[in-house]
């Protein structure tokens, strides 16, 4: 398994501002991958974080909204921009030490937008 | 598109007792996996379950790729076994993209 590290663990931001999310595992790993979770609801995947280009991003998704880097295989950002109440959210990271097999799970952030 | 269905969506449970919850998938999958999200919003893995049984303590799970569907056994539970149980899976022809379930949300009372 690994050690990932969320940071923050929960804000509340103001409408219109961003806020940033770190993820920050104990080891090399080949995939990282951001979700979202909406209240009462499931996960649903953001994006695939790629180290050194740009991230995969999933359908409903944009960069401008979430900017994502990977700048080496253990550490990955997560943006969100221009917050509305409608992204209060719990955001997770998931990593993979091999394609295709088991993932696990930041801690996760809960975000509140007022 | 793909389809990950759990059931029941909700189970309340008195201490003690034996339960099984379903996910149903809608095609081959590489990789699924059952998580149990606690109250502080954490995923905790459980098992790591693409095909065949394993057991942990109280808790087991079986898949069955052929016929689509996995199943996670509770037993004896605990008042500590509640929350949201998530399946999730890879299917083959879709990439390399976790997709969940609605999940099952338990609660065992004292």
């Known amino acids: 398994s690994a050690v990932i590290s969320q940071k923050p663990s929960r804000d509340i931001c103001q409408r219109g501002t961003s806020l940033t999310i770190q993820c920050q595992v104990d080891?090399?790993?080949?995939?990282m991958f951001w979700y979202r979770q909406q209240p009462g609801q499931s996960l649903t995947l953001i994006a695939t974080?790629?180290?050194?280009?740009?991230?995969?991003?999933e359908s409903g998704f944009v960069i401008d909204k979430f900017p994502i880097s990977r700048p080496n295989l253990t550490f990955s950002t997560l943006t969100v921009s221009n917050m509305s109440p409608e992204d209060s959210s719990i955001y997770l990271c998931?990593?993979?030490?091999?394609?295709?097999?088991?993932?696990?799970f930041g801690q996760g952030t809960r975000l509140t937008v007022v | 598109g793909i389809q990950v269905e759990q059931s029941p969506p909700d189970l309340i449970l008195q201490e003690g007792a034996n339960s099984t919850l379903r996910c149903n998938f809608s095609?081959?999958?590489?990789?699924l996996q059952w998580f149990h999200q606690n109250p502080w919003g954490q995923l905790i893995n459980l098992f790591y379950?693409?095909?065949g049984t394993k057991q942990n303590g109280r808790l087991s799970a079986t898949t069955v790729a052929t016929e689509r569907y996995s199943l996670l056994y509770i037993s004896s539970s605990q008042t500590t076994d509640s929350g949201v149980y998530f399946c999730?899976?890879?299917?083959?022809?879709?990439?390399?993209?976790?997709?969940f379930g609605g999940g099952t949300r338990v609660l065992v009372k004292p």
């Open positions: 379950i693409p095909s």
């Open positions: 998931s990593v993979e030490f091999v394609v295709n097999t088991e993932a696990f």
């Open positions: 974080a790629n180290q050194g280009s740009e991230a995969t991003y």
């Open positions: 095609d081959s999958v590489n990789n």
């Open positions: 080891s090399q790993v080949t995939m």
């Open positions: 999730a899976v890879v299917i083959k022809a879709a990439g390399n993209k976790l997709t």
